[in-house]
């Protein structure tokens, strides 16, 4: 299995390319995002699952060197607020109808993380120089301003995450889209907990080059490195906001991490009505704002929310 370190070491594919925009393209592709799985819902169904295996290819073939799981929503308590949402079907989740909704929640949360690990790696050739990222998202809301939960509960979510995860498959483990001091400080103890050593993290900012929280890069910097992240990202930020983040995460992190970026486009997402707005960037516009971001220091470079495997590979096109 090729590790993120393999990669770093091999200054001729700098900056690595990671893929783009997973559960965006879930969408575009007509799969149901407007429920707690959010991207994560396409692992229900066989169709979704094809649709799946079919984005993780493309992105592939565009030349990304690091694809993603689709587990970003696949969280122990959105498949519980999934199953009491009632819209479920017992045929295709494969879920004894008899447990009772914690048992069932159990069961949903390892069938989508399995189903999303088994499709990510079917892109992967035994001698391919691609590495599979296996991702835990928001603890609290996307782009949370402030927290919902404790930092001991968000400690608790972390392990619980990990520990199922972990279970399943030895791949890297991203740390997605954290913003509140209340997931910083959860993850920091979830981190001296459980001693994980192959991991990320991916800060998500707004304009401030701070987290959209209100964390410092500084603050977030000094809270993880001690658990030694193979990587620093800012990460679905809006593509316009990266390059102050990015200064300030530099020199947060000095020589001491690598430094990553995987932008969203140019929309914003709308927690109320669960939909994007704004206009979307071509992939030459992205690919110009990504050479600026590796002159920066970014060792690593894909796309999030609303990128195409068109963004990956005009990436590569300029990069090579």
Not at 215 to 236: G, M, R, T
Request: charged letters at 20%; proline letters at 3%.
């Amino acid at each position: 299995m090729i590790k993120l370190t393999d990669l770093l070491s091999s200054s001729s594919q700098l900056p690595i390319l990671l893929d783009g925009g997973l559960g965006s393209m879930m969408e575009d592709c007509g799969i149901n995002v407007k429920t707690p799985l959010w991207g994560s819902y396409a692992m229900l169904t066989e169709e979704g699952r094809q649709i799946n295996r079919d984005v993780h290819q493309n992105y592939a073939d565009a030349g990304a060197n690091i694809i993603l799981t689709n587990t970003h929503n696949a969280l122990l308590d959105n498949c519980r607020k999934f199953l009491l949402s009632g819209d479920i079907d017992y045929n295709y989740t494969r879920i004894d109808a008899k447990l009772n909704i914690e048992k069932q929640a159990v069961e949903l949360h390892r069938i989508i993380i399995q189903s999303a690990v088994e499709d990510a790696n079917k892109v992967r050739p035994s001698k391919s120089q691609i590495l599979i990222a296996n991702c835990i998202g928001s603890i609290d809301q996307p782009y949370a301003k402030i927290g919902v939960v404790s930092t001991l509960d968000a400690a608790q979510i972390f392990e619980t995450e990990l520990q199922t995860r972990l279970e399943i498959s030895k791949d890297l483990i991203i740390f997605e889209t954290l913003t509140t001091s209340e997931e910083v400080e959860g993850l920091s103890t979830a981190l001296w907990k459980t001693g994980l050593d192959n991991f990320a993290i991916g800060l998500t900012c707004g304009a401030d080059g701070k987290t959209f929280g209100g964390v410092s890069l500084s603050d977030a910097v000094n809270k993880l490195a001690p658990f030694n992240p193979q990587v620093f990202f800012i990460q679905c930020t809006h593509f316009e906001y990266v390059d102050k983040a990015l200064t300030k995460l530099s020199e947060a992190v000095g020589n001491s991490f690598p430094i990553g970026v995987y932008a969203n486009d140019g929309r914003g997402w709308d927690n109320g009505k669960m939909e994007w707005v704004g206009k979307r960037v071509t992939p030459a516009a992205y690919a110009e704002k990504a050479l600026g971001w590796h002159d920066a220091g970014a060792d690593i470079i894909g796309g999030c929310c609303g990128t195409h495997p068109a963004h990956i590979k005009e990436l590569r096109k300029v990069f090579s």
